[in-house]
């Protein structure tokens, strides 16, 4: 079946560099994306989206990238902290479902100081 | 406000034993979703609200049911436990109709024996 995946498993950055957590999603009906970061016993916390009709959305230190083309999505975290350890999921509207979220299955971030 | 509150936070059941997980919101919000997360792998959707009344199912319902008397409350219940239903379970609630902006509790921890 269709599934969103990531390409890294983990990721080990130093504090105050730059961090890109990749994932592909292989549904095209797809379009709505919303990365995610979990901490360690904790629910996970809404970081940004994107919808299909554009390609990139910054935010606060964070920037979601949206290749559409070879379906890929990236999260770009700048100036990384030891506050952004965690685990961070990508997931999308499962065929364009407005009630329905497909899960990646998630980067483990850890910022080293 | 609470948020959303998760209800116990950890419980041991033995195989074939029933058990109701508790969610609420006092977020007055109309979208309310259940996850469960097992190791290594992101959050599966089980069943979901758009509104008192009204449920539907999501990626992995069997052995799951759902009801929604409530704006405020969606309850989990699992009728007869079974070792493969030993996850990490989370509500989430949203203030639009659907999956955007979701607010997720801190979890149960389920553990059936």
């Known amino acids: 079946g269709e599934s969103v995946g990531l390409h890294l498993p983990t990721l080990s950055v130093q504090e105050g560099d730059n961090s890109i957590i990749n994932c592909a999603y292989s549904?095209?009906?797809?379009?709505?994306f919303i990365w995610y970061k979990q901490e360690s016993g904790k629910g996970p916390q809404f970081i940004i989206d994107i919808r299909s009709n554009m390609d990139k959305r910054q935010g606060q230190r964070v920037t979601v990238l949206l290749n559409k083309t070879v379906k890929h999505l990236s999260l770009q975290i700048a100036a990384t902290q030891p506050g952004d350890s965690a685990v961070y999921f990508c997931a999308e509207n499962s065929g364009g479902s407005n009630y329905k979220l497909t899960f990646g299955k998630g980067t483990l971030l850890t910022v080293n100081p | 406000n609470a948020g959303v509150t998760q209800t116990p936070k950890f419980q041991v059941l033995k195989t074939g034993q029933s058990m109701t997980l508790q969610c609420a919101q006092d977020?007055?919000?109309?979208?309310m979703s259940w996850y469960r997360q097992d190791p290594g792998m992101g959050l599966r959707l089980i069943h979901y609200s758009v509104g008192a009344g009204i449920t539907d199912q999501g990626e992995v319902p069997n052995g799951y049911n759902v009801s929604r008397s409530t704006t405020e409350d969606f309850p989990l219940r699992l009728l007869s436990a079974a070792p493969s239903q030993t996850s990490v379970y989370f509500c989430a609630s949203s203030y639009s109709r659907g999956i955007e902006t979701q607010y997720f509790g801190p979890g149960t921890r389920l553990l059936v024996l």
């Open positions: 549904n095209s009906a797809s379009d709505y």
């Open positions: 977020m007055n919000h109309e979208y």
